[in-house]
Every structure is written in structure tokens, then in C-alpha cells.
């Protein structure tokens, strides 16, 4: 799992911090990065390794996670499956030379803004509507209660919505268990439950799929 270094920096001015913002939503989604259209999924995720890190899977091993599941059972599946193959939402800023917007260019901030809107909308996958599913991830606390979350985003990767800019939609889901879990922020978990392709807009970050959770268990396997 990635380690987290904090560091000081010197206060910044707004259109500093707009380009530094830019700069981490390109990095953290990957909307301006070729990857997009190869590989929807974060960069580091991969489907031997869903919770991130620095190991990599071979392509040919990716679909190995995913598990059509038993009558019944859920179905165990890859943040990839979520995502439209047919979705690109790099094309919008292909040609653009992010290296010409220096701190205090207005365009970054345009720019900025244009690429949360499209992170925003990011479609989802409506063949995984209504599906049982078995997905794991990290944390996002919404509501808490007596010391369990009682409502949570669920995120691919680690210090997503936290440290760095939320992912695209349709890479977030608005999970609320059945029961509250005794977990905190950035704790990596299983989710068990029906998925819905259902927008909900939070402080976080916007969400395009929801959970209703019958089970929030602790991750176990992958990559460490």
C-alpha cells in the first residue's frame, strides 16, 4: 500500500492552487493521460492488485478477479467493469499542452474546471445495474454513529476525495450498510451488495453508482 509523506509548503496563491488542483485531477483520474483510453481503471489498480500499490499485473491476468458468481452469491468484480468501454474522457483535452500554463495563467483554472465537469458526468455502466456485487476499496466516511460509519463513499485508490481530487463518477460509490461498520477513514474493505447506477452528490466527491450494503467486512488478499 502506497505510504503517505506529509510535507510543508508555503501558502499559494488561488491561481497557484488552481493549477497545483489541476495538476493532481490529471494525476489522480487520468483524464489527460493516454492510459484513460488503454486502461479506464486508475493507473494503479489492477485487477490482481485492486487496492493500488506498486505492483502490476500482467494484462492477460486481469480478468482473473472478476467472478460470474453463483445463484445467489455476488459477483466479484473489478473496478474496470464499471467504467463504459466505449468512454474517453480524454478526448476533450487531447492537443493541449499542460506544460505552456504556468502558475497564474487563467486557463488553468478554466481548464480545471472543465475537467471536474467532466469527472463529475462521467457515465457509468449500465449493464451493472441491479447486479450483486463483491468490490473492494478504501473508506470515504459521510455519516458516522456511536463509532461505526453508517454511510461512506467507496474508492479505488488510496487518499482518493481525501488527499487528492475525487475520481471520475463512475469510478465512486455511495455505499450504506445495513449495519454500521466499526472502520475509519482510508480503511480498506470489502463491500457485498446490490449496485445501483444512481448519481449522489456529496462533499466528497459526486458518485454514480450506490450500494445498499449487506456486508462491509475487512480486506483481505492483494497486494500489501
Given at each position: 500500500m502506497p505510504t503517505?509523506?506529509?510535507r510543508s509548503q508555503a501558502p499559494a496563491s488561488n491561481s497557484s492552487?488552481?493549477?497545483t488542483r489541476l495538476s493532481m485531477l490529471i494525476a489522480?483520474?487520468?483524464l489527460a493521460a493516454a492510459a484513460w483510453a488503454a486502461e479506464?481503471?486508475?493507473k494503479d489498480t489492477t485487477a490482481t492488485n485492486p487496492l493500488g500499490g506498486k505492483a502490476a499485473a500482467p494484462a492477460a491476468a486481469k480478468p482473473a478477479l472478476s467472478q460470474p458468481g453463483q445463484p445467489?452469491?455476488?459477483r466479484q468484480i473489478t473496478w474496470e467493469e464499471l467504467v463504459p468501454k466505449?468512454?474517453?474522457p480524454a478526448k476533450?483535452?487531447?492537443g493541449m499542452d499542460l506544460s505552456a500554463l504556468d502558475d497564474g495563467d487563467p486557463r488553468a483554472n478554466e481548464l480545471l474546471m472543465k475537467m471536474q465537469e467532466v469527472s463529475n458526468n462521467a457515465p457509468t455502466n449500465p449493464t451493472m445495474n441491479?447486479?450483486?456485487v463483491k468490490i473492494p476499496g478504501f473508506i470515504v466516511p459521510l455519516e458516522e454513529a456511536k463509532g461505526e460509519v453508517t454511510e461512506f463513499l467507496l474508492v479505488p485508490y488510496f487518499g482518493a476525495c481525501i488527499h487528492t481530487p475525487p475520481p471520475p463518477a463512475n469510478q465512486i460509490l455511495h455505499v450504506v450498510p445495513q449495519k454500521g461498520a466499526k472502520f475509519r477513514a482510508m480503511d480498506t474493505v470489502w463491500v457485498t451488495g446490490k449496485l445501483q447506477t444512481l448519481r449522489n452528490d456529496s462533499m466528497m466527491g459526486v458518485s454514480g453508482y450506490h450500494v445498499s450494503a449487506a456486508n462491509v467486512t475487512k480486506y483481505t488478499g492483494g497486494a500489501k
Open positions: 503517505v509523506h506529509a492552487k488552481a493549477f489522480g483520474a487520468g479506464p481503471a486508475p445467489g452469491q455476488a466505449d468512454w474517453d476533450e483535452f487531447k441491479g447486479v450483486e
